[in-house]
């Protein structure tokens, strides 16, 4: 379900891209399936190590376990994609980010941007994000994450501003 932000009566232009944001449940999500994923390996490197009365059954479990969170990961960053869930869109015009039932949560033209703020968190070696916060004109902040290290969405939304005479 592509979604036209032009349809919402909202005229930004022509679409650049749709990159996945994420709210601060989304990081903490993060960071909880990230320690899951660590634990597991720590326990099955022990369960290799010493070697316990039904090792192998316990391994498979914790291996069954990773790859349900894989799969559910997966099939999470598949489904928002497609529903337009929790997303950026950079247009020529400005910028738009859904919610979580895919309808527009926010827009803003670029010539309504005072500044663009960025920061980069990092809260542990299990969670990486990139905030964003823009400042606009007769309106509250818009801010959201772009989780992980080098996310796709950093550079072009910084370069779009810095097109559109918009400093950090």
Known sequence: MQQDM??????????LGSYPIAGVGGGLLQLARR?????????????VVRRPPAAFAKGAFLV?????IYGLRLAWSRGTARLGISRCYLHTGGLAVTNLTGGVRDAVAWSNVRVLN????????????????IERDGSPALAFLALGQKPAMAEVLLNLAAKNGIHR
């Open 6 to 15: 032009n349809g919402f009566g909202i005229g930004l232009g022509e679409r």
């Open 35 to 47: 320690s899951v994923v660590a634990l597991a390996a720590v326990l099955l490197f022990l369960l």
């Open 64 to 68: 069954a376990v990773v790859l349900a």
């Open 118 to 133: 960025h920061q980069i968190g990092t809260m542990s070696f299990l969670m990486v994000c990139h905030r964003f916060e």
